[in-house]
């Protein structure tokens, strides 16, 4: 498993450089080499004599992304972001053009954050939409944008396109989305993409929480906590880590 781990990560290796890089004998590597191409694991390239990973592994993998629940990984995550926090937390995906709540993990305080599983939000307005919004490329964003008109919900809310184009490019380049009460007076929102296989975000994690709890400087605080939740659902669902774009 070392050297199938190992191969997957240095694709395109040589026997004799494979050999000296995890410190084993050429002879003895050869025979773990056979024996993971045997079961389609890796493959060998006669041609430029290297081994690369095979397509069995791929269908292994596909095999546990099938089996794996987006919501089911995020419970335990998001439970330990509510204690770590204090604060109602959520997860969420882009739905035709809306936020929708897949899960809520609420915090014991009685003044908090309610979105249950299946309420819609706008995406212009939210923490997560906006999380979601940042990583959706120009044409992707364009067409969203010529779709439907930004709604203000509130005093806050982000209603011209221009400025919401700018709070993208800053969510992008910090990896962290915050709705200040743009969806609902004396609520703010902390969030983060969770990222797939392919590097995509496919749903947000956040916390939400009331005004007088989330001040600045707890919402700088709470950030920390929001980010590291978000890449260990990535991690989770077998996702890759995607860093903040400048």
């Not at 191409?37 to 290297?50: A, H, I, W, Y």
């Not at 184009?165 to 200040?180: H, M």
Request: glycine share 8%; net charge negative; hydrophobic share 40%.
């Amino acid at each position: 498993m070392h050297v199938f781990e190992y191969l997957s990560d240095h694709p395109g290796k040589a026997l004799t450089n494979l050999a000296k890089e995890l410190g084993e004998a050429p002879a003895t590597l050869y025979r773990v080499l056979v024996t993971l191409e045997t079961r389609g694991l890796v493959e060998f390239d006669p041609v430029d004599q290297v081994w690369h990973i095979g397509a069995r592994a791929f269908t292994i993998g596909t095999k546990y992304l099938r089996r794996t629940s987006l919501v089911e990984r995020a419970r335990p995550i998001m439970r330990r972001l509510m204690e770590d926090t204090g604060e109602t937390a959520n997860l969420g995906a882009e739905r035709e053009g809306q936020v929708l709540f897949l899960s809520q993990v609420e915090t014991h305080e009685t003044i908090r954050a309610f979105f249950p599983p299946g309420t819609l939000s706008a995406m212009h307005a939210s923490g997560i939409g906006k999380a979601l919004l940042a990583q959706m490329d120009e044409d992707r964003l364009q067409r969203y944008l010529k779709s439907r008109r930004l709604v203000g919900f509130t005093p806050h809310t982000i209603t011209d396109h221009d400025a919401l184009k700018q709070e993208l490019a800053t969510i992008r380049e910090n990896g962290l989305s915050i709705d200040r009460e743009e969806r609902n007076e004396g609520m703010v929102c902390i969030a983060a993409p969770v990222f797939d296989a392919n590097g995509e975000a496919a749903a947000g994690i956040s916390v939400s929480g009331p005004t007088h709890r989330m001040k600045p400087d707890v919402v700088e605080r709470l950030s920390t906590h929001v980010v590291d939740a978000a890449q260990a659902l990535t991690v989770a669902v077998g996702g890759r880590l995607t860093p903040p774009q400048s």
